[in-house]
């Protein structure tokens, strides 16, 4: 299995940039798909990007299109998250994820294994 833990979370002004990432220790690194996702009090957990194991291929929620940009570094174990142009709505908490299948995939329920969190504040 694969541990993980995010950091780079805080306090930003609506506009400001933050960049997540994600630590991964345990298992190879590259044989996982990674995500990330985030949580706003009283919602559902939704997913916000994904990208493959070696290729590069992403994916992006339609919200954060443009503005946000996932990224990886196989040779540090670490899963990264440029958020630029952050607005409120963007607050939430933010998980790492890494999933097994061979498929990219935007479902909760699809990824094995979850860091605990990283908490982004984005105030107007």
């Known amino acids: 299995q694969v541990q993980l833990v995010e950091s780079g979370g805080g306090l930003v002004q609506a506009g400001g940039s933050l960049r997540l990432s994600c630590a991964a220790s345990g298992r190879t690194f590259e044989g996982y798909n990674m995500g990330w996702f985030r949580q706003a009090p009283g919602k559902e957990r939704e997913f916000v990007a994904a990208?493959?194991?070696?290729?590069?291929?992403?994916l992006y929620v339609d919200s954060v299109k443009g503005r946000f940009t996932i990224s990886r570094d196989n040779a540090k174990n670490t899963l990264y998250l440029q958020m630029n142009s952050l607005k409120p709505e963007d607050t939430a908490v933010y998980y790492c994820?890494?999933?097994?299948?061979?498929?990219?995939?935007?479902?909760?329920?699809?990824?094995?294994?979850w860091g605990p969190g990283t908490q982004v504040t984005v105030s107007s």
């Open positions: 994820a890494a999933r097994i299948g061979v498929l990219l995939s935007v479902s909760v329920s699809s990824y094995d294994y």
């Open positions: 990208i493959s194991r070696s290729n590069g291929r992403t």
